[in-house]
């Protein structure tokens, strides 16, 4: 741990507002159980939510057959620390992640939320190193997207949006109570806001905003749709379950990986130049009928049969490529993104939990299709490939998501 020593040994120095005792008992704490290093009461929630800040499916709706719903509204706040990590603010933090558990069940009805922390902050650590995420790279050719770096993300989740408005407020305005819950500690004692994401993922909700643009006049979206594609994802045999992609051993056990990406959409050619058995081709596989999808319950087959179908139909879908990547028929990557018109453009954020993020580059890289170009003139980097014609990667960034009990300044 010679890069934590030597940040606590520089805190232990300027002390700013941190007892040189308390500096001192950590350094000599290593290795050190992580129930009592902030000095605090035992969090009063602890048996009403779970130790995973990203175990979220147990404590959602589901649809008829079994699939998890995520929550009908989406907030990411990124973050900035406002002044160097200090165990004071790691109390500040901790303590105000319980006001937000005490004031909302842990569920949809009420709020879910993430407090991850980025390459900015092990970075600020000198630990970048050793964290088990790395700063965001282009994956893509075709795309440029900005590589962006911060300290934390705070991510909230429900589907009644007045909550994570007062979330919102009570933790970087000047909201006084949350319920009847009383509220002390901010996050904005500790961070500063750089960014907003907004977003929306459920029946209903797509149709309510096609006046975006990147959307057609009248697109063919219906109550039933919950993706501004059209098409339901989400479906669990598509998804790596929340115990695959939690990190099983070493000094981050029990979190995961984050990555989260801003995609534009461009929807028009894709309502307007297909039909929907050309979309189903292009999101799926060209094996498939609009019929066939209908029938979807709990998965997709997957036929592995990528170069196979280029080469007769001169088409690859999406999910048939990065269905390939697979490990024992399981996939890798738990995708919670949902639907925004930030900026006025329909979009998607698309937040990817994995153990590592070699999980999402892996897949990423087998959605490119770049291999293909081989077995048809009719396929192209974007063209034919999938649905990477009607999306651009704007920003990409990553983070880590520790246990709840080790979500306030990890490694500090």
């Not at 009805?109 to 902050?121: E, F, K, S």
């Not at 501004?228 to 979190?255: K, Y």
């Not at 990986?257 to 929907?276: G, I, N, P, R, V």
């Not at 998607?348 to 890289?365: C, M």
């Amino acid at each position: 741990m010679r890069t934590r020593r030597r940040l606590l040994r520089k805190l232990a120095g300027t002390a700013a507002g941190v007892g040189l005792a308390g500096c001192s008992a950590l350094l000599e704490d290593e290795p050190r159980k992580r129930e009592s290093p902030l000095n605090l009461p035992t969090n009063p929630n602890a048996n009403r939510v779970p130790s995973r800040q990203h175990a979220w499916n147990g404590f959602s709706r589901s649809d008829s057959e079994g699939n998890p719903l995520l929550p009908r509204h989406h907030l990411v706040l990124l973050l900035t620390l406002s002044s160097e990590p200090s165990v004071e603010a790691a109390r500040r933090v901790e303590r105000a992640m319980r006001t937000l558990e005490s004031a909302y069940d842990w569920s949809s009805d009420g709020l879910i939320h993430i407090l991850a922390w980025g390459t900015q902050y092990f970075e600020r650590l000198d630990d970048l190193d050793a964290a088990p995420i790395h700063r965001p790279t282009v994956i893509s050719r075709t795309d440029d997207p900005k590589l962006l770096d911060f300290d934390a993300a705070l991510v909230l989740g429900s589907d009644a949006p007045s909550h994570i408005r007062a979330a919102e407020s009570a933790m970087f305005g000047g909201k006084g109570s949350l319920t009847d819950i009383e509220v002390g500690d901010r996050l904005s004692d500790v961070f500063d806001v750089e960014e907003r994401r907004t977003g929306f993922r459920g029946a209903g909700l797509p149709v309510e905003h096609t006046d975006a643009e990147g959307i057609p006049k009248s697109p063919p979206l219906s109550e039933k749709d919950r993706m501004f594609m059209g098409f339901r994802s989400g479906l669990r045999g598509t998804q790596a379950s929340e115990d695959h992609v939690t990190i099983d051993s070493g000094a981050f056990a029990g979190g995961t990986t984050m990555h989260l990406s801003h995609l534009k959409q461009s929807l028009d050619e894709w309502f307007e130049a297909f039909d929907e058995s050309e979309r189903v081709a292009r999101m799926f596989s060209p094996e498939f009928s609009p019929k066939d999808v209908a029938g979807f319950a709990h998965d997709v087959p997957f036929t592995d049969a990528v170069r196979e179908h280029a080469r007769k139909y001169d088409v690859v879908g999406h999910q048939e490529k990065v269905a390939q990547t697979r490990q024992d028929d399981q996939p890798v990557i738990l995708r919670r993104d949902f639907n925004t018109v930030d900026g006025g453009h329909a979009g998607v954020h698309f937040l990817a939990l994995q153990r590592s993020l070699s999980d999402f580059e892996r897949t990423r890289k087998a959605m490119n299709g770049w291999y293909v170009r081989d077995d048809s003139r009719k396929i192209t980097e974007r063209k034919n490939n999938g649905i990477l014609d009607f999306i651009t990667v704007l920003s990409r960034a990553n983070f880590y998501v520790p246990p709840r009990e080790k979500r306030a300044f990890p490694r500090l």
